[in-house]
Structure formats: C-alpha cells, structure tokens
T-cell receptor, first 118, second 112 residues
Framework: NAGVTQTPKFQVLKTGQSMTLQCAQDMNHEYMSWYRQDPGMGLRLIHYSVGAGITDQGEVPNGYNVSRSTTEDFPLRLLSAAPSQTSVYFC?????????????????FGAGSRLTVL | EDQVTQSPEALRLQEGESSSLNCSYTVSGLRGLFWYRQDPGKGPEFLFTLYSAGEEKEKERLKATLTKKESFLHITAPKPEDSATYLCAVQAYTGANSKLTFGKGITLSVRP
C-alpha cells in the first residue's frame, strides 16, 4: 500500500516555464487536495477535489490549474512559473473530508515536491 | 478569520525532559482540531483529532488536550526520535469546502 505518491521530488524551473506535479493515491480516497508550504507560514490550500470530474479553488489558487479524470490521480499544473511559486508542494487525500464520521477529516499526505523557480 | 498560533516556535529538550507544546486558536465553530508530525523532507503524518473541550487523546509519549481556546501536546520523557516539527490545524464546520487552517509549526529537538 503506497499511500500518496508525488513526483517529482525536486524540480528547478525558469520563470515562464510550465510543468505538472503528479499525485497518485491507491487508497480509493474521494477527496484530494494540493497544499503549499513556505517558511514561516502554515500549509495553505491551493485546489481540492471531492471526486472525479469535480475540482474547486482553495486559498491560493492563482497560477495553478488542476483536473481530476480518475479517482487515483490529481495533477497540479503551473501554467507560467514565477519565483513566488518557489515552495514545497504537498498532495493530500482523505476518504471523506468534510464528513461527520470519525477519521473522515484526517489527511494523508505525500512526501512533497520541492520546486524552485529561478 | 480563523487563526492558529503555535508556541514556542522551537523547543530544545534533553532526553527525558517532559514539556508541552501550545496551539492557540480562534475559529467560527470548531469541527475538529488536528495534530500532525512532520519529519524533515517528509509530509505531515496524522497524530490526533480532538473535537470538544475537555477531550484528551494519548499515543505512546504524546498526550493531546483541548480547551475552548487552545490545545496542548504534552510530551512525557521524550526520546531523540520524537524530534520533528509538530503542526496544529483547526477545521471549521463541516462540508468538503470546510477550511483547514494550519499553524506554522513547532520544531522540537530532543538531545540524547
């Protein structure tokens, strides 16, 4: 059981380049999300999805796109990278985030992808 | 606006020296308060969820408590392997769009 798998672990981009961070989970979780973690700040939500074909914006969505064609995969696309997008990105999933059942709101995180934009 | 403040920012303990980490919060209708552990270069790992004031949860050397304004993570007789960053987060109301607000984290170092 691999959990949440993110690729790549490290990436360096030049300003204006585009790229996709990959996220896959094998736990059949309906809810998937992307966070960014910056020094001196808490984790901030970028985008989330409650199931295949359904996505929505989080707290800091500008400059990022997402899609959810399958339950397993939730890629994050940077359309035109900027130095302000230098960060560590985490994908997280939950079997029923927002629900009332015990454990429904627990997030399982991937190991992270460290992105540097020059 | 929901807010989470964790203190201290960093804590250095000697092995066996018990202490507490603080998480103060303001939230419009608490659905749950979460503690996560994060090791360097890894993603956060779930520790506890607390739902109501007075609730306590324990796991090995860790014990989490909750009041209406703050939560404490008590570490009893810590070991070097307890060294990590501990994150606190609060969730307001229910629903898939319910916001999870994270604190900045507390970096704990335990010296042998």
């Amino acid at each position: 059981n691999a959990g949440v798998t993110q690729t790549p672990k490290f990436q360096v981009l030049k300003t204006g380049q585009s790229m996709t961070l990959q996220c896959a989970q094998d736990m059949n979780h309906e809810y998937m999300s992307w966070y960014r973690q910056d020094p001196g700040m808490g984790l901030r939500l970028i985008h989330y999805s409650v199931g295949a074909g359904i996505t929505d914006q989080g707290e800091v969505p500008n400059g990022y796109n997402v899609s959810r064609s399958t339950t397993e995969d939730f890629p994050l696309r940077l359309l035109s990278a900027a130095p302000s997008q230098t960060s560590v990105y985490f994908c997280a999933s939950s079997y029923a985030y927002g629900g009332l059942a015990a454990g429904a709101n627990v997030l399982t995180f991937g190991a992270g992808s460290r992105l540097t934009v020059l | 606006e929901d807010q989470v403040t964790q203190s201290p920012e960093a804590l250095r303990l000697q092995e066996g020296e018990s202490s507490s980490l603080n998480c103060s919060y303001t939230v419009s209708g608490l659905r749950g308060l979460f503690w996560y552990r994060q090791d360097p270069g890894k993603g956060p790992e779930f520790l506890f969820t607390l739902y109501s004031a007075g609730e306590e949860k324990e796991k090995e050397r860790l014990k989490a408590t909750l009041t209406k304004k703050e939560s404490f993570l008590h570490i009893t007789a810590p070991k070097p392997e307890d060294s990590a960053t501990y994150l606190c987060a609060v969730q307001a109301y229910t629903g898939a769009n319910s916001k999870l607000t994270f604190g900045k984290g507390i970096t704990l170092s335990v010296r042998p």
